[in-house]
C-alpha cells in the first residue's frame, strides 16, 4: 500500500507520516524534502506561484515523480510507503499519474492557517508571511479526493491515529 500525507509546510506530514509508518508491521517514510536535498549543487526551490521559476517547477516535478517511484519500489517489496509532500493544486493530477494503475490513500491535512502561521512565527521561519499562498492553493484549487483531515486540535498521535481509523475514506482507486 501507499499511504501520502499532504498539507502545508509546518502542518505536521512528516511527524504523522512517520508515526503512521512506525505503527504498521512493514512500512517506509518517504521524505520528499529528502529526496530534493539530495540535489547537491543546482538545486532551486520554489518561493511561490509568483516566483517559480521554470527550473524550480522541473524540479519540483522530478521530486514528486522520485518519491511515486521509491514509493512504488517499497509496495512492490511488501512495504507500505508512507510519503510526505505538499501535493495541491495539479499536483494532485501529477500524483495520480504518477502512480497510475495503483490504489493509494491520499490524505490531506487541513488545520486552521491561523494555528500554521503561528508555527512558523515561532519558529522563526523565513517565509512565515511568505507561504499563505499555499494554504489557498489547497482550500481551493485542489480537487477533494481522499481524506481531508482537519487537524487543528489534533496532536500528532492523534492525528496518526484519526488517519488509520478512516484510511478507507482516504482511499483513490485506479
Request: proline share 5%; aromatic share 6%; hydrophobic share 50%.
Amino acid at each position: 500500500m501507499i499511504i501520502v500525507v499532504s498539507g502545508l509546510p509546518g502542518a505536521g506530514k512528516t511527524t504523522t507520516a512517520g508515526l503512521l509508518a512506525s505503527r504498521l508491521d512493514r512500512a517506509a517514510h518517504v521524505e520528499a524534502d529528502r529526496l530534493q536535498e539530495m540535489t547537491v549543487s543546482g538545486g532551486v526551490w520554489p518561493e511561490g506561484p509568483r516566483e517559480m521559476t521554470p527550473e524550480a517547477a522541473r524540479q519540483l516535478r522530478l521530486r514528486l515523480r522520485n518519491a511515486c517511484l521509491l514509493a512504488r519500489s517499497f509496495a512492490a517489496a511488501g512495504f507500505t510507503a508512507v510519503v510526505d509532500e505538499i501535493v495541491a493544486g495539479a499536483r494532485l493530477d501529477e500524483l495520480i499519474e504518477d502512480l497510475a494503475g495503483l490504489p493509494f490513500a491520499f490524505v490531506m491535512l487541513v488545520p486552521a492557517f491561523e494555528v500554521v502561521h503561528r508555527r512558523w512565527q515561532a519558529i522563526g521561519s523565513p517565509f512565515a508571511d511568505v507561504f499563505g499562498w499555499i494554504d489557498e492553493e489547497i482550500r481551493t484549487a485542489t480537487r477533494r479526493v481522499g481524506l481531508w483531515l482537519d487537524t487543528t486540535t489534533l496532536d500528532p498521535e492523534g492525528t496518526a491515529d484519526a488517519v488509520l481509523e478512516r484510511l478507507d475514506e482516504a482511499m483513490v482507486l485506479p
